[in-house]
């Protein structure tokens, strides 16, 4: 598991970097036309899944890591059928190499990785082991409003998905149909990580979580920063989507300090 983690954390990293780096010309290596601050959006994405992976990965017990799998394995099942059902719109046969290879090689990724997690979880939860005491629990005022997001997220994502039209009162810059749905996977996909976040109700065991949040907030501000002139200040869901930035950001620091001050306690004690 942990290599299976590292191995798509490498995948991602590679997906993600181009994409947040120069998204002004996502067109002559992406999978499908986007728009530059949608290009950004998915590679702060991408990196951020990088981070919880990672993370994951680096961990040695079972408990501290699997908050990085349901996710993952959710929102690269609902990517592979997004893709499937706009085939016609991916760059399968773009003049350019780098298009084609790239999106067929993006279809390979999608269509492997699923089968393999899956199979790589079963073998996990049939490993004998038993979960270690709750080091750093998190308090019920928190977690109502991780399970108050996570429903937020789950809602959001799957009506992208089911009815991508919705993107032009849910999200504030305009979004292509296609990208509407792949964006409504990412909500799925961290709407399920908040949502094992207030399960595992321990800071230790949600730390890659809390991080990959944190960085997504970070990046997605700085797309933001980027592009300002591609959002309505004046609509609401502008402002929605601020709030849920700024909340990304306090999760990620307050998470990272509640681990970070208690390994400092008990390296004192």
């Known amino acids: 598991m942990r290599g299976l983690l590292a191995i798509a954390g490498l995948l991602v990293l590679t997906i993600g970097l181009p994409l947040y780096l120069a998204p002004q010309n996502s067109d002559a290596y992406f999978s499908w036309s986007v728009s530059p601050l949608s290009a950004a959006f998915l590679g702060g994405a991408y990196l951020s899944a990088a ?4 993370s994951a990965a680096r961990k040695r017990i079972w408990a501290n890591a699997r908050i990085a799998v349901p996710a993952v394995f959710i929102f690269t099942v609902l990517t592979l059928f997004v893709t499937l059902g706009n085939a016609d719109r991916y760059h399968f046969n773009a003049p350019g190499f780098v298009q084609s290879a790239g999106t067929w090689a993006w279809l390979v990724v999608y269509v492997v990785v699923p089968p393999i997690m899956l199979m790589v979880l079963v073998m996990q939860l049939f490993h004998r082991g038993t979960d270690p005491v709750r080091e750093w ?3 019920v005022t928190l977690r109502v409003p991780f399970v108050l997001g996570a429903v937020a997220l789950l809602f959001g994502g799957t009506t992208l998905l ?6 032009s009162w849910m999200w504030p810059w305009h979004l292509t149909s296609v990208t509407s749905q792949a964006f409504g996977a990412w909500m799925i996909g961290f709407g399920v990580a908040l949502g094992q976040v207030a399960w595992e109700a321990d800071w230790k065991r949600v730390r890659p979580a809390t991080l990959g949040v ?4 970070v990046l997605q501000l700085v797309a933001l920063l980027r592009y300002p002139g591609d959002l309505d200040w004046a609509a609401v869901q502008t402002w929605v989507y601020l709030a849920v930035l700024a909340s990304f950001v306090l999760l990620g620091i307050h998470g990272w300090r509640v681990v970070a001050s208690g390994r400092t306690q008990n390296t004192a004690a």
């Open 137 to 139: 629990p998190i308090p």
């Open 51 to 54: 981070v919880i992976e990672f």
């Open 162 to 167: 089911i009815n991508p039209g919705a993107a």
């Open 214 to 217: 944190g960085a997504l907030g």
